[in-house]
T-cell receptor
Framework: DAGVIQSPRHEVTEMGQEVTLRCKPI?????LFWYRQTMMRGLELLIY????????DSGMPEDRFSAKMPNASFSTLKIQPSEPRDSAVYFC???????????FGPGTRLLVL | QKEVEQNSGPLSVPEGAIASLNCTYS??????FFWYRQYSGKSPELIMF????GDKEDGRFTAQLNKASQYVSLLIRDSQPSDSATYLC??????????FGTGTRLLVSP
């Protein structure tokens, strides 16, 4: 079975540009999580969804960040406008339900110049 | 104080030894704990989880939970060079969120 799929795997952009990260969760999983990982701050939860509904977005750093989950098989994380301090690895994870084991995608390595 | 604390390491052990990785947490509402392994440049992958006080064994891995002391540990027996990675401890909060520690880097030397 396919795991969590993320695209793109690498993204290099210039400050001020819009960045859209995509995620396809494991089929049958009802919960989806977006994380950001940096050396300084480790793995941070940005936002999570259950049954396509955002449950908690308190980890989203600023209004420049937004996330959507229009259906059970697709989610996006958008940064507009991007800044150099947004450079990080962004992971999407999914699970059968809240509180269940989370399975991580391969991540998107974002570099904002 | 971070909700989940880990020593960043590196923890160096010789091949065949027992590696002991430790984690403390501050939220007494956390009931379940997860250990993930992350190789450099890769995504975290689950090793095991524990939600009851005591020990839980899975192959060479043993997770230990002491809720009174707010302490979680992971023991790796017969450590192999392939175990060299960063080990992330995570606690599940009452809001069903996973809060991760910053990870402990383990180096197993041949």
């Amino acid at each position: 079975d396919a795991g969590v799929i993320q695209s793109p795997r690498h993204e290099v952009t210039e400050m001020g540009q819009e960045v859209t990260l995509r995620c396809k969760p494991i089929s049958g999983h009802n919960s989806l999580f977006w994380y950001r990982q940096t050396m300084m701050r480790g793995l941070e939860l940005l936002i999570y969804f259950n049954n396509n509904v955002p449950i908690d977005d308190s980890g989203m750093p600023e209004d420049r960040f937004s996330a959507k989950m229009p259906n059970a098989s697709f989610s996006t994380l958008k940064i507009q406008p991007s800044e150099p301090r947004d450079s990080a690895v962004y992971f999407c994870a999914s699970g059968f339900d809240l509180g269940e084991t989370q399975y991580f995608g391969p991540g998107t390595r974002l570099l904002v110049l | 104080q971070k909700e989940v604390e880990q020593n960043s390491g590196p923890l160096s052990v010789p091949e065949g030894a027992i590696a002991s990785l430790n984690c403390t947490y501050s939220d007494r509402g956390s009931q379940s704990f997860f250990w993930y392994r992350q190789y450099s440049g890769k995504s975290p992958e689950l090793i095991m989880f524990i939600y009851s006080n005591g020990d839980k064994e899975d192959g060479r891995f043993t997770a230990q939970l002491n809720k009174a002391s707010q302490y979680v540990s992971l023991l790796i027996r017969d450590s192999q060079p392939s175990d060299s990675a960063t080990y992330l401890c995570a606690g599940l909060t009452g809001f069903q969120k996973l809060v991760f520690g910053t990870g402990t880097r383990l180096l197993v030397s041949p």
